[in-house]
């Protein structure tokens, strides 16, 4: 299982799903788009590696890693 906070900038891969079942972070990465079969390219990191800046569905996105966690990728 590889989650999306793995990813190096640059790199792209697919969501294969959502994890956090019953939560409200959960629905609102959904609500952002982030779903199951979407593609995501991480574009960069901060400074410090937290937060990132993903790109999704042709916008720019940024959440912490550790919500990043949440998101399950190939």
């Given at each position: ?26 629905r ?8 199951p ?13 937290d937060?990132?800046?993903?790109n ?19």
């Amino acid at each position: 299982m590889r989650t999306l906070d793995s990813l190096k900038s640059g790199e792209s891969a697919e969501v294969t799903a959502v994890r956090g079942e019953g939560t409200s972070l959960r629905r609102r990465l959904l609500d952002m788009g982030i779903t199951p079969k979407t593609k995501i390219t991480l574009v960069r990191e901060a400074p410090l590696g937290d937060p990132i800046e993903l790109n999704v569905r042709g916008y720019s996105l940024t959440v912490r890693k550790s919500d990043a966690r949440l998101i399950e990728v190939q």
